[in-house]
């Protein structure tokens, strides 16, 4: 098969964007050519000479042998008006932007249908772990059950310094803000909001679903105490920020970002730093685990080239699972086993959510109880305010009413009547 050749306009020379600029000079064999790029600051010293750059965006979305647009700019509404300007100037596209692409995910697959262009964006989910290609292509037909993982590098190394260092949730934000990992405003990161807009991807390419940010719970882990923390270390376990979604028996979507306790047998506990780690669970290839350097301009960059080298060959996302699935499931059909902290005086209030108690602990200030409650409940105890909660998943113990124990034993059954109609 031929390959086309690429003539790129780049949008952001920051981090990443410098990044693909030295992958591509390194990467001789791919036919792409950056013909410029476009940044924001007059002012500010660049490592290669002037005359490769603009500060005028229409240079690009209006050059007619510029046939491929890379964004990557770190202002996600300036980076929509970008994109969508260059998908219906004909362009196809690059970004890692995942704010922008889950914001608008419905309108930019509209634009892609009406102007006939792709539009990829693996570095958007995880950086260099290619997890998106392989949602659309090797789990094209084999039956996705649930994918869950650690999807921000700056959370996992804030939880890695504070599990492994003994140290202060504040004195691990400061250390992963001065080497970068961090934003300067750290919230989009720590509140779980970048993990939400990863597990929104995530979802449509996985299981087909459309969502909005704003039906996907997230819990970061700026409210994370040393009671928590404490119990975790007690017992052995390490508190990982994990996106999780899984397809229930009927057919809908439970999908959520929370804080979790991961036991030394799960794949995540050994995922550090500002590594990711995703594990998939289908019918017929169990689990399986991906991980990589979830940051960084290489890492990153080498999805992004991995995307343009996929353009030259042609390549698009097909979203072939795409409206297999309606929506997400409700609220208070998912049932958690969590650890709740809890101000001293909200103890007695909050235990009335539970469904069961496993355990509780009060000391002079505050207190924590280990017990079920639908995530419904749970939604309504870290909405209020000045409460002092914070919530650590351990499992999910019923989806749709029915305890996960017998749901994976039906599931299984249903399995056999599968293989036996393989085997007929
Ligand atoms: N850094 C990572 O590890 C990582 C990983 C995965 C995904 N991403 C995504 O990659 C994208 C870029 O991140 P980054 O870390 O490279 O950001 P960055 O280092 O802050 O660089 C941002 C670049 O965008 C340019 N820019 C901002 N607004 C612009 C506009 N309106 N028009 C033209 N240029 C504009 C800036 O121009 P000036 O140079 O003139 O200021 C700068 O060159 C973001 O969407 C981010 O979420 C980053």
Redesign the pocket.
């Known amino acids: 098969m031929s390959r086309k050749n690429l003539n790129i306009g780049l949008?952001?020379?920051?981090?990443?964007?410098?990044?693909l600029y030295e992958v591509l000079q390194k990467t001789p064999g791919l036919k792409a050519n950056i013909k410029r790029i476009?940044?924001?600051?007059?002012n500010?010293q660049?490592q290669i000479p002037s005359e490769h750059f603009t500060?005028d965006?229409d240079e690009i979305l209006f050059d007619e042998e510029i046939n491929t647009v890379v964004?990557?700019?770190?202002?996600?509404d300036?980076?929509f008006e970008?994109v969508k300007a260059a998908l219906q100037n004909g362009k196809a596209v690059v970004?890692?932007?995942?704010?922008?692409i889950a914001e608008h995910f419905a309108e930019l697959l509209q634009l892609q249908r009406q102007h006939n262009v792709p539009l990829l964006y693996e570095?958007?989910c995880c950086?260099s772990i290619p997890i998106i290609r392989n949602l659309e292509e090797y789990y094209d037909n084999d039956l996705l059950e649930s994918i869950e993982g650690i999807v921000n590098?700056s959370t996992n190394y804030i939880l890695t310094k504070t599990a492994e260092e003994n140290i202060s949730y504040e004195e691990a934000l400061k250390d992963a803000q001065q080497k970068g990992y961090a934003e300067t405003n750290p919230v989009l990161d720590t509140g779980g909001f970048?993990a939400k807009y990863k597990l929104l991807i995530l979802i449509a390419h996985a299981f087909g679903v459309i969502t909005k940010p704003e039906e996907i719970y997230n819990l970061g882990i700026d409210k994370l105490g040393e009671l928590e923390l404490n119990y975790a270390r007690e017992k052995g376990l390490k508190i990982k920020l994990v996106a999780y979604s899984e397809k229930t028996e009927n057919g809908k979507i439970n999908a959520f970002v929370l804080p979790k306790f991961v036991h030394k047998n799960d794949k995540l506990f050994s995922v550090d730093d500002v590594f990711n780690g995703i594990k998939t669970k289908s019918y017929f290839s169990d689990t399986q685990f991906f991980s990589g350097k979830?940051?960084?301009?290489y890492?990153?960059a080498s999805?992004v080239v991995s995307d343009i080298s996929a353009l030259s060959y042609d390549y698009r996302y097909e979203y072939k699972k795409l409206n297999q699935i309606e929506t997400l499931a409700s609220d208070a059909t998912i049932i958690l086993k969590v650890f709740l902290r809890h101000d001293l005086e909200y103890g007695h209030e909050f235990k009335r959510y539970f469904e069961e108690i496993n355990e509780c602990y009060l000391n002079y200030e505050s207190g924590f109880i280990v017990g079920t409650i639908s995530l419904k409940h749970l939604k309504e105890i870290a909405g209020r305010k000045n409460a002092a909660t914070s919530i650590v998943l351990f499992e999910i113990v019923k989806r749709d009413g029915i305890p996960t124990a017998i749901g994976e034993t039906v599931k299984r059954k249903h399995l056999g009547r599968l293989s036996n109609l393989v085997s007929n």
Request: charge should be positive; hydrophobic fraction near 40%.
């Open positions: 949008f952001g020379f920051g981090c990443v964007g410098y990044g476009c940044i924001k600051d007059k500010k660049r500060f965006k964004e990557l700019i770190d202002d996600a300036a980076a970008i970004t890692a932007n995942k704010k922008m570095a958007a950086a590098g970048d979830g940051a960084g301009a890492p990153t999805a």
